[in-house]
C-alpha cells in the first residue's frame, strides 16, 4: 500500500495509490490525520472499493505527507560508513535529537538558504511512521506498530550545528526538512533491500543500501518507546549514510539555484531547489 497527501479542489486529502491513480480518502486532511484513525486500515479499504474522487498519478500533486506529527525524532550516527567519515567510534547506544513540525516542508517544495550560515549540507533518510500507540515494546511489537517509510532531507546548517556539542541549532531551521513523497507500507517495501541515493544537480552524492543501518527500524522504535510514547503519526528520521557536504575534501554545500533530490527504492524521490530566503 502507498498513501499520499494530494493536493484536491477541497484542500489537501489523504489518498491511496490504486494503479495508475490516486483515491482520494475523504474527511482526513493528510496521511498523518488518516493514521490517527485506529480503523485506517479498514478506511482505506473502503475508499479503494467505492472511491468518491480519483487523481491520475501522473497528474496529482503530492504535499507534505504529514503535517504535525506530534513526535520528530532523529538519529545520527547511524550508518557505518557515515560514522567512519565524521571520524567517530561505532556507538552502543543511538544518538538521538528531536526537530518540530515547522521544520518540515513537502517533497517537492524549495527550501530556503539560510543567509546566517553558508554551510547548508544535504542528508538523504529514510523515515519511520508510526501507525499504531506504542510504549515500552519490544523489536517484535515495535515492527507491528510501523505504519510504513518514506524519504525526508534533513538539510542541516553546520555552522550552527556544530557551535556547540549539542546538534538542535544546526537542525531546527523552518522549511528545511522535506518530506515524501509516499507512505510505502511493510507489505510493500524492505528496507533490508533499499539503496539510498542523493544527487545535487544531477550529481551522486551519496548512495548506499540502508541494510548498513547501525541501528534498525524496529530497534530505533523499541529504544525510543522506552522513554517515550510514540502515536500515530509520530516519525523517526533514521540517519543518513556517508557522503555528506562537510565530510568531503574540499567541503562541499549547497547554493541558491542547487537541486538536491533523495531517492529510495521501493518509495519514490524528493526533490528540491534551494533558493534565497527572501
Known amino acids: 500500500m502507498r498513501l499520499a497527501t494530494i493536493a ?6 489523504a ?10 480518502v475523504e474527511d482526513f ?3 498523518g490525520a488518516l493514521l490517527a484513525d485506529e480503523y485506517w486500515q479498514r478506511t482505506v479499504a473502503e475508499a479503494i472499493a467505492s472511491p468518491s474522487a480519483t487523481v491520475p498519478v501522473s497528474e496529482a500533486e503530492e504535499l507534505q505527507l504529514i503535517t504535525r506529527p506530534g513526535k520528530i525524532v532523529c538519529v545520527g550516527l547511524n550508518y557505518r560508513s557515515h560514522i567512519l567519515e565524521m ?4 556507538p552502543a547506544y543511538p544518538t538521538l ?3 518540530f513540525a515547522e521544520t518540515l516542508t513537502g517533497p517537492h517544495e524549495d527550501v530556503p538558504f539560510a543567509p546566517e550560515d ?3 549540507d544535504w542528508e538523504g533518510e529514510l523515515v ?34 556544530f557551535r556547540t556539542k549539542e546538534w538542535l541549532q544546526g537542525k531546527m531551521w523552518e522549511d528545511s526538512t522535506p518530506l515524501g513523497p509516499v507512505l510505502a507500507t511493510g507489505d510493500d517495501f524492505d528496507p533490508a533491500e533499499a539503496v539510498l541515493t542523493t544527487t545535487v544537480n544531477g550529481e551522486v552524492m551519496q548512495q548506499h543500501a540502508i541494510v548498513d543501518l547501525l541501528f534498525t527500524p524496529a530497534h530505533l522504535v523499541s529504544y525510543i518507546s522506552t522513554m517515550i510514547t510514540l502515536e500515530p503519526g509520530d516519525i523517526i528520521l533514521t540517519g543518513t549514510p556517508g557522503g ?5 575534501d574540499p567541503q562541499v554545500y549547497l547554493q541558491p539555484g542547487d537541486e538536491v533530490s533523495v531517492s529510495i527504492d521501493g518509495i519514490g524521490t524528493i526533490s528540491n531547489r534551494i533558493v534565497d530566503a527572501g
Open 244 to 248: 555528506v557536504g562537510r565530510a568531503r
Open 15 to 24: 489518498a491511496v495509490e490504486d494503479g495508475d491513480d490516486y483515491v482520494v
Open 128 to 161: 519511520v511512521v508510526i501507525g499504531r500507540q506504542v510504549r515500552r515494546a519490544d523489536e517484535a511489537e515495535a515492527a507491528e506498530a510501523i505504519a510504513g517509510y518514506t524519504i525526508a532531507n534533513d538539510i542541516s546548517m553546520r555552522g550552527w550545528q
Open 118 to 120: 553558508p554551510e547548508l
Open 29 to 31: 486532511a493528510d496521511v
Open 97 to 99: 535529537f528531536a526537530k
Open 87 to 90: 571520524g567517530r567510534d561505532l
Open 8 to 13: 484536491t479542489p477541497s484542500g489537501s486529502r
